[in-house]
């Protein structure tokens, strides 16, 4: 990217997980142009074949059977949570509504979605949380199982807690979750609104752990940064949802479907997942030795893909101030993580410039640091 007056930045933020195609890429530009001179909206009171043929896409490179649009991911989650009721209804249990969810979540901003997200600072001022999330330590499953009630209806979380510092589902908890969902008859429910289309270096985190959920919420990356969101549920899921129950006005047109089929062309082209696990590769080796260059200022490094968290020893925002003085985007997270999350078209070389970028920035800070605590020798 370029400012105005023509300074370069290397985006490692991507507008938060969202550019997954960088900016201005051709075939995205050129697809989202030719639909707009066409026809951009039409509401699905009519059939979309953009959005069919985006469908059958996602559906043929995943576990699910359905799929429904709308357009972000707090919106997605909500449609998953209606699901996840709505399915236990469907088998005679409309007694089990409540959504067992992990702390370190993030859901989304919308009035349910604070409340299974579950951070006060987060709900302070907006009344009482909506009812029906119960919070359990992240990777722990004997909590986990002491938490199911009659009343529990599935599981929502993230395979990679995005916002509060890149933390990563441990293998054993993730497969514990089907196991505990099918013995208990839950619903397994994955945020990847952040992990999904392509960003861990699979099409979806989960494929990573081999456990197949029941649903799932995608959006971020999905359309390259034309707004969308999506939840993808296996047939029973989405059967619960007849006609009626559910619906949007945007969600799906032709429009957003048009630029999320030109970032699958992208994405869903031979050997490009595996070429984001490579690069991703590259970049957290970088960001390893970085940390073992720069102990006073970063702390450690870990992700999957091109998801990478750099927990600091010095105030993030600092050191995010810092790289971008020096041209690097980044993004924060909770825990005092600095978030490197690179459009997916990115190279090895721009990772190893980013890299080569945070420690001229880390370089800098040491100096600052040093001079605060003996300041007359730097003086001498
Ligand atoms: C960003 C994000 C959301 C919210 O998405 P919006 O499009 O901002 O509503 C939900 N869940 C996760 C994991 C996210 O990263």
Redesign the pocket.
């Known amino acids: 990217m370029y400012t105005a007056d023509g300074r370069r930045f290397l985006d490692f933020g991507a507008g ?1 997980a969202v550019s997954s195609l960088g900016h201005g890429h051709e075939g995205l530009v050129k697809a989202i142009a030719e639909q707009a001179a066409r026809v951009m909206h039409v509401s699905n009171l009519y059939r979309i074949p953009q959005a069919e043929k985006l469908a059958g896409r996602l559906v043929a490179h995943s576990f699910a059977d359905s799929v429904f649009f709308c357009n ?4 997605a ?1 909500e449609g998953m949570v209606k699901m996840i009721r709505k399915t236990q209804a469907g088998r005679g249990h409309p007694e089990r509504t409540r959504v067992i969810c992990c702390t370190g979540a ?4 919308t009035l349910a979605m604070i409340a299974a997200t579950g951070n006060p600072a987060y709900l302070e001022g907006f009344g009482a949380p909506v009812e029906g999330f119960d919070h359990v330590p992240f990777n722990n499953m004997n909590a986990l199982r002491a938490a199911i009630t009659p009343q529990t209806a599935g599981i929502m979380l ?1 395979p990679i807690q ?2 509060t510092g890149i933390k990563q589902a441990d293998p054993q908890f993730m497969t514990g979750l089907r196991q505990v969902c099918d013995e208990f008859g839950l619903i397994l429910a994955l ?1 990847e ?2 992990t999904g289309m392509g960003r861990t270096g699979q099409l979806f985190a989960h494929e990573a752990y081999g456990v197949t959920p029941d649903v799932i919420s995608v ?2 990356g999905i359309a390259g940064g034309f707004p969308m ?1 999506a939840i993808l549920a296996n047939e029973e899921v989405a059967a619960s949802m007849g006609a009626g129950s559910h619906g949007t006005t945007f969600g799906g047109n032709p429009l957003a479907c048009a630029a999320a089929n030109a970032v699958l062309d992208v994405i869903l082209a031979e050997g490009f997942v595996g070429q984001v696990a490579t690069t991703g590769e590259t970049l957290g080796e970088g960001l390893k030795s970085l940390v073992r260059k720069h102990p006073t200022v970063f702390e450690l490094a870990r992700g999957r893909g091109l998801m990478w968290g750099l927990k600091c020893r010095l105030p993030v925002a600092q050191v995010q101030a810092q790289a971008m003085e020096e041209g690097l985007l980044t993004v924060t997270a909770g825990e005092n993580v600095l978030r490197l999350l690179p459009p997916l078209i990115v190279s090895s070389e721009e990772c190893q410039e980013a890299c080569a970028i945070l420690s001229r920035a880390a370089t800098i800070l040491e100096a600052a640091e040093n001079n605060k605590t003996n300041p007359v020798e730097s003086q001498a």
Do not use: C, L, W
Not at 72 to 75: N, R
């Open positions: 938060i972000s991911g707090a919106e989650n993030f859901h989304g901003r993230e995005g916002e945020d609104v952040q959006a971020k969101g």
